[in-house]
């Protein structure tokens, strides 16, 4: 084994096992979390507010299945986790439009990660690119998953050598049961369904991940992942998010997906993403420097009740203070109100001149009515 992939896993379970005791009484174990999670990332990667880009790839087929945009928060020890659509009709440099899955076969990550920062304007810090055997490998090493399975799901697909068959419910599942639960699309719900899986069980890898028993298991997790996996993040950057992000609340993990809608370019099924909200999600959430502080209300006018958990995972996973959140009447206007700095930055983002409130206040109206499905 590369002996500073050893020495790094060793050094971030030897860290782990010397507070652990403490991090078991409940005056100590935030202060010394948020400690831990800075250090780690003032030595890895010199930043608190990360954007990664996460890519599930079949290199036999240059196309990728999972194409999702993260945003980590280190100092809060949040992970807000924006999928995109792989149907998505974008522009790919060179090369025109084409669906976003196929990008990682014209250029590789980069590629990737450069049509990603077009669509939504967001700086990539890294990627991982990482193909289907690698994630099995992962979940068979860590004793398998606990997935409810909505729905029964068979499907064959002897040429791509894809075979599902789940039954309906709780269960747990080996690794190659979970890539074929992600995997399937061959429902209603089609490629929206298929994101929101993986949504699932990205979240549900995560809580595995910093379970104390799989603590131990750090330096196999990491060489499983090398194996099938391409990504410009090195070894001591990977054990540090492991240890950044280990034992962190469901709470601090927020997903959603960019709003589109589903439409044909000629005999090719595509989704058009909504290119107004891909910019300014990428705008609230995915910024460098955290944001004004001033409590903010926000209020969801644009008759869309769907879209209250798009906006408020962007807004509180971009760092913005939003301890109130309500659905409204419906709008014809958006309008940004108070005085402070919170309102301010809020009105740069949407462009608009605030209003004069005492209370910092964002009203989504009509005229920014997401089109999605």
Partial sequence: MNRKLVVAAVAALAACLVVVAALTLPGLRNGLQHSIATRSADSAFHSHRLNLLLLGYQADEG???TVILVHLDIDRRTATLVSIPRDSWV???HH????INAAIGFGGPAMAARVVSGLTGVHVDAT?????DGAKQLVDAMGGMNVNVERDMDYDDNYGNLHIHLKKGEQYLTGGQVLGYVRYRHDAESDWGRVR????VLKALMDQMSQPQNWAKL??????????????LSDAQLAALLEIYRGVPDDNVRTFTLPGHATFVG??????????WAHLIGTLLFAKEAPPQQPVLVANATGNEAWNKTLVAALR????NVPTFVTAPARAETTVSGTGAAAGALAKVFALKPKPARATTLVIGTDLAPQMD
Wanted: glycine letters at 8%; proline letters at 6%; aromatic letters at 2%.
């Fill in 128 to 132: 991982v690119a990482i193909q289907p």
């Fill in 91 to 93: 522009v790919i440099p």
């Fill in 197 to 200: 899986r993986q949504q699932t």
């Fill in 63 to 65: 196309n990728s299945d």
């Fill in 267 to 276: 005999d090719a099924a595509v989704v058009l993403v909504d290119e107004r």
């Fill in 96 to 99: 025109g439009h084409e669906k």
């Fill in 219 to 232: 330096p196999k997790l990491i060489a499983l992942a090398r194996t099938d996996m391409k990504t410009n």
């Fill in 317 to 320: 996973g971009g760092g913005w």
